[in-house]
């Protein structure tokens, strides 16, 4: 199979290419890592950041004896991001834990007392696990967002109390590194990480809110249903040339309520 096509996205280009992809293979878990090598002392202008793709993918398939880099999106210190293994295709990221999983590697040592992450790493490190939850339908809790040193090296979850309280030791990498927004606990995550993510899809959902199109029905009757799908209940009727208000899409369906859950078939909107 052909190697993966490296790009590196600004975030804002990367949501727009996340937006407007349709994926087949179903995503319940975020994995984030730390590469800890490169770390921020690799980097320098005149190697450019798909030096560093190619690099670790160069690593990864002659060192590790993959097909491929093993990580589906890289984040960089400038606050880009690589798309790298193709999203399709389950990466290389936790041993055992990989089925359904997305796999992101934030270049860096994260560990306590090596890179300080910058400030545009740490926004986008944030913005990209909530665009992923938002476009997965994910949220920012244990059982989705996870750190790799949580699973064991067979890629089963570790009691959470072993976490807590730093008895992993060697039986697990600390990545993605003791002072990853904190430290790498679980605790740690549901303290300092989870809640940024969350605020950050409450952000982009009133963004999105107030993105509003103004749409007309175009066909006789349109029925307004309390949810994205024709099994949910008909709330009422509305005619056609009526003019409505989209709020958000899911799934060629349309809401038309800001306050209220009412959906019609994006079809009969023009
Ligand atoms: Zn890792």
Not at 244 to 255: E, F, I, P
């Amino acid at each position: 199979m052909a190697l993966a096509q490296f790009h590196i996205y600004t975030p804002q280009e990367f949501q727009q290419y996340l937006v407007n992809t349709v994926f087949s293979r179903s995503i319940k878990m975020i994995q984030n890592h730390h590469t800890w090598e490169p770390n921020y002392s690799s980097l320098s202008p005149s190697q450019g950041e798909m030096y560093w793709l190619e690099s670790m993918r160069s690593y990864h398939i002659h060192n590790n004896g993959w097909s491929d880099i093993a990580q589906n999106l890289t984040t960089f210190p400038s606050g880009n991001i690589g798309l790298c293994r193709p999203i399709n295709i389950t990466p290389a990221g936790i041993f055992g834990a990989n089925s359904g999983a997305i796999c992101i590697e934030n270049l860096g040592n994260f560990d306590a007392g090596h890179d300080q992450m910058t400030l545009p790493h740490k926004d986008t490190i944030v913005f990209l696990n909530a665009i992923l939850c938002m476009k997965f339908d994910l949220k920012p809790v244990k059982e989705q967002v996870v750190y790799h040193h949580w699973f064991d090296r067979s890629g089963k979850r570790f009691p959470e109390s072993v976490v807590n309280n730093n008895q992993v030791g060697n039986q697990q990498k600390t990545c993605p590194g003791t002072a990853f927004f904190g430290n790498n606990t679980i605790t740690s995550a549901e303290a300092n990480f989870f809640p940024l993510i969350a605020s950050r899809i409450k952000q982009l959902d009133e963004t999105s809110i107030s993105q509003i199109a103004s749409m007309i029905v175009n066909t006789d009757v349109l029925n307004v249903r309390s949810g994205p799908g024709t099994s949910y209940p008909i709330l009422r009727t509305i005619t056609q040339d009526t003019q409505v208000a989209v709020y958000t899409t899911t799934n060629q369906w349309s809401k038309i309520s800001n306050t209220a859950d009412e959906w019609v078939f994006s079809s009969y909107l023009s």
